[in-house]
C-alpha cells in the first residue's frame, strides 16, 4: 500500500514575522488531539503500513519533525527556515478519499 501525503495550509500560515510559524505549531498541536479519528478516514491498511519503518510513522501514535519522512506530520525545511509555508500530513493512504481528508484537516485545525 502506498502513501498519498496531503500538502496542507490556511492563510495564517503564511503570515509573515513569526506569526505563520506560530500557526503552524498550534496547527500541529490540534492535529495532534484528533490523531486516532482522524486515522479512521485516512484509507484502508494503515494500521499494516504504517509500521514506523521505512519512512512511515506509526499508526498509533503521533509524531512531526522537520524534513522527517518519518513523522505523521513533515514541516518542510524551507517552512521552518521562513517561519510561514505549509505542512505536510503524510499519514493518507493511497487509498484515502481526498475529499474526507481534507475535511478532516479542516475540521481539527480550523473548527
Not at 502506498?2 to 506560530?22: L, M, P, R, V, Y
Not at 509500521?51 to 505523521?72: I, L, M, P, Q
Amino acid at each position: 500500500m502506498e502513501q498519498d501525503a496531503t500538502n496542507f495550509c490556511i492563510k495564517s500560515f503564511h503570515e509573515e514575522g513569526g506569526k505563520g510559524w506560530d500557526a503552524i505549531l498550534a496547527a500541529i498541536k490540534k492535529l495532534e488531539g484528533k490523531h486516532t479519528d482522524m486515522m479512521k478516514a485516512y484509507g484502508e491498511g494503515n494500521e499494516r503500513r504504517m509500521t514506523g519503518r521505512h519512512e512511515t510513522a506509526s499508526f498509533d501514535k503521533f509524531s512531526w519533525g522537520v524534513a522527517n519522512r518519518g513523522a505523521s506530520i513533515r514541516v518542510p525545511r524551507h517552512t521552518e527556515q521562513q517561519k510561514r509555508g505549509y505542512i505536510e500530513d503524510r499519514r493518507p493512504a493511497s487509498n484515502m478519499d481526498p475529499y474526507v481528508v481534507s475535511a478532516k484537516l479542516a475540521e481539527a485545525i480550523c473548527f
